[in-house]
């Protein structure tokens, strides 16, 4: 019998909500025929795809970080703006598409407004600088009566957009950005990015571009390196990683949890370094703003891509196990509140996402937005600590021997609800697990789990896999008791 121990005086930190954020790129069909699609049967009168915007709000996203990713880094945001019969088709060279630019800045803002969601904007430091950059940020936020901010006006954006998140450049360390630089390089452009930006508007949250990924032989020195020169300026530094099978090991897949819970612990350690070497009372946070499971292994690479229209691109279908290491990523997510302040589930339609269309067709809920809508809803606003004794552990290539059951919670004060989330890691057993509580009842228990572990969901069949009801978990003698299958993801709540 495993043993979870939970309670609210032990607080990791406050729940920062846009923790549930995702992305937007203009990226195979994300946008176009994703959130964007003139002439559908649901699109409404600005083109945008109401049964998307529907599960978007269902899915629970409360920040989208916009336009990429490595599209941004050789985009002219001034190609998406005015008449849209005067708008340039461009060759984008990080996908190698056609973009049409019928979609772009005040589309997005008025898409974000319409979803309910608060627009994060990332600026070209690829193979532009801080002159772009600046006149961006002034076409968005300045009041009119500027040159830049009248264009917005004329455009039909009265009022400024106030965009308050911006991200100097993406994955600047990765040989495949257009405009790749060094982290000297890197640091010196996005200090003085910065620096003109507050000028503009002192108030705004910067984040700095971390390592493209841990494994780069950037990461860690990169961090450094650009903090030396931006932490006074900046707010938060990205993290980027995504997560497959590799070889067939589906046991550490279903632990890579570990990897990023390492990952944001070994950069937080360099952030309090960078402190530390300043004499800073400033915190650091993290912006966690690209992550997911993706099956690169499936994916030509950039190379491989020929130049065309925009169309399909990593459309990749999710299995259960997916959805449960998502599930085991975001309780990762939860248990570094206190540092983690913003993350972005890549991609939000289509691209590596929980939603997918058809052009002219169907949307549905790909596997993993289960368990991301349900621990967007159900999560309190303060995180705590939880202890587990006595649950066995598994043995992975990748990581060795880790516990099998991953866990966090959340406390609301004011309903006086505990939500736990806590997944079965092992493939083969199932775990019996006691939580001492103060609770009154369950109010629920939700899993995600299948016996086919391989089952997807499709557009003729949405529903093939959904969060299932646990009869059984009841609270006796002032201990809840439930069972949890092998690979299995939970939300337990108690009032």
Same mark, same amino acid.
Request: charged share 25%; aromatic share 8%.
């Given at each position: 019998?495993?043993r979870l121990?939970?309670?609210?005086?032990?607080?990791?930190?406050?729940?920062?909500?846009?923790?549930?954020g995702?992305?937007?790129e203009?990226m195979?069909r994300?946008?176009? *025929?994703?959130?964007?699609?003139?002439?559908?049967?649901r699109a409404?009168?600005?083109?945008?795809?109401?049964?998307?915007?529907?599960?978007?709000?269902?899915?629970?996203?409360?920040?989208?970080?916009?336009?990429g990713?490595?599209?941004?880094?050789n985009?002219d945001?001034e190609?998406?703006?005015?008449?849209?019969?005067?708008?340039?088709?461009?060759?984008?060279?990080?996908?190698?598409?056609i973009?049409?630019?019928?979609?772009?800045?005040?589309?997005?803002?008025?898409?974000?407004?319409?979803?309910?969601?608060?627009p994060?904007?990332?600026?070209?430091?690829g193979?532009?600088?801080?002159?772009?950059?600046?006149?961006?940020?002034?076409?968005?936020?300045l009041?009119?009566?500027t040159?830049?901010?009248?264009?917005?006006?004329?455009?039909?954006?009265?009022?400024?957009?106030?965009?308050?998140?911006?991200c100097?450049?993406?994955?600047?360390?990765?040989p495949w950005?257009?405009?790749?630089k060094?982290?000297?390089?890197?640091?010196?452009?996005?200090?003085e990015?910065?620096n003109?930006?507050r000028r503009v508007?002192?108030?705004?949250?910067?984040v700095?571009c971390?390592?493209?990924?841990?494994?780069?032989?950037t990461?860690?020195e990169?961090?450094?390196?650009?903090?030396?020169? /931006?932490?006074?300026?900046?707010?938060?530094?990205?993290?980027?990683?995504?997560?497959?099978?590799?070889d067939?090991?589906?046991?550490?897949?279903?632990a890579?949890?570990?990897?990023?819970?390492?990952?944001?612990?070994s950069?937080?350690?360099?952030?309090?370094?960078?402190?530390?070497l300043?004499?800073?009372?400033k915190?650091?946070?993290?912006?966690?703003?690209?992550w997911?499971?993706w099956?690169?292994?499936?994916?030509?690479?950039?190379?491989?891509?020929?130049?065309?229209?925009?169309?399909?691109?990593?459309?990749?279908?999710?299995?259960?196990?997916?959805?449960?290491v998502?599930g085991s990523?975001?309780? /990762?997510?939860?248990?570094?509140?206190?540092?983690v302040?913003?993350?972005?589930?890549a991609?939000l339609?289509?691209?590596i996402a929980?939603i997918?269309?058809e052009p002219?067709?169907r949307?549905?809920?790909q596997t993993?937005?289960h368990?991301?809508?349900?621990?967007?809803r159900?999560?309190?606003? *303060?995180?705590?600590?939880?202890?587990?004794?006595?649950?066995?552990?598994?043995? /992975?290539a990748?990581?060795?021997?880790?516990?099998?059951?991953?866990s *966090?919670a959340?406390?609301?004060?004011?309903?006086?609800?505990?939500?736990?989330?806590v997944?079965?890691?092992?493939e083969?057993?199932?775990?019996?697990?006691?939580?001492?509580?103060?609770?009154?009842?369950?109010?629920?228990?939700?899993?995600?789990?299948?016996?086919?572990?391989s089952?997807?969901?499709?557009?003729?069949h949405?529903?093939?896999? *959904?969060?299932? /009801?646990?009869d059984?978990?009841e609270?006796?003698?002032?201990?809840?008791?439930?069972?949890?299958?092998?690979?299995?993801?939970?939300?337990?709540r108690?009032?």
């Amino acid at each position: 019998m495993a043993r979870l121990v939970v309670d609210p005086a032990f607080v990791v930190g406050a729940l920062d909500r846009r923790l549930f954020g995702s992305f937007v790129e203009h990226m195979g069909r994300c946008v176009y *025929t994703g959130i964007y699609e003139p002439g559908h049967p649901r699109a409404d009168a600005d083109g945008f795809r109401e049964d998307v915007l529907e599960l978007v709000r269902e899915l629970g996203v409360t920040a989208i970080r916009y336009p990429g990713g490595n599209f941004v880094s050789n985009y002219d945001w001034e190609d998406g703006v005015g008449p849209k019969d005067q708008r340039p088709r461009r060759l984008d060279l990080a996908w190698r598409a056609i973009e049409p630019n019928q979609f772009g800045t005040d589309e997005f803002v008025a898409w974000s407004r319409k979803a309910d969601v608060q627009p994060i904007w990332a600026v070209n430091l690829g193979t532009r600088g801080i002159r772009e950059a600046v006149d961006l940020l002034q076409y968005c936020n300045l009041p009119a009566g500027t040159a830049l901010s009248d264009r917005r006006v004329a455009n039909g954006s009265p009022e400024p957009h106030d965009i308050r998140i911006w991200c100097l450049g993406n994955e600047m360390d990765g040989p495949w950005q257009i405009g790749h630089k060094t982290a000297d390089e890197y640091a010196r452009l996005a200090e003085e990015t910065a620096n003109a930006m507050r000028r503009v508007e002192p108030g705004l949250e910067l984040v700095a571009c971390g390592s493209s990924n841990a494994g780069m032989p950037t990461f860690g020195e990169w961090e450094r390196i650009v903090l030396e020169r /931006t932490y006074d300026l900046v707010d938060h530094i990205s993290l980027h990683a995504y997560y497959e099978p590799r070889d067939g090991d589906q046991a550490s897949f279903l632990a890579a949890a570990e990897e990023m819970d390492r990952m944001i612990s070994s950069v937080i350690a360099t952030a309090d370094h960078v402190k530390a070497l300043k004499r800073s009372d400033k915190e650091l946070t993290l912006s966690f703003d690209e992550w997911n499971v993706w099956y690169q292994q499936h994916f030509p690479g950039e190379l491989g891509l020929g130049i065309r229209e925009v169309g399909p691109l990593i459309e990749d279908s999710y299995t259960v196990d997916a959805a449960v290491v998502v599930g085991s990523l975001l309780i /990762t997510l939860l248990r570094h509140a206190d540092r983690v302040k913003i993350a972005c589930l890549a991609q939000l339609v289509n691209v590596i996402a929980p939603i997918r269309t058809e052009p002219g067709g169907r949307a549905w809920r790909q596997t993993i937005f289960h368990p991301f809508a349900l621990t967007a809803r159900y999560a309190g606003p *303060t995180v705590l600590q939880t202890a587990i004794t006595g649950g066995p552990e598994i043995d /992975t290539a990748a990581f060795g021997k880790v516990p099998a059951l991953w866990s *966090t919670a959340t406390y609301d004060e004011n309903t006086g609800e505990t939500a736990i989330f806590v997944v079965n890691r092992s493939e083969t057993d199932k775990i019996d697990l006691e939580i001492p509580v103060t609770a009154l009842k369950v109010a629920e228990h939700l899993a995600l789990y299948d016996e086919d572990r391989s089952a997807v969901n499709t557009a003729d069949h949405p529903d093939r896999v *959904t969060p299932r /009801t646990v009869d059984g978990t009841e609270i006796v003698d002032g201990v809840c008791t439930a069972t949890l299958p092998p690979a299995s993801w939970h939300l337990i709540r108690l009032s």
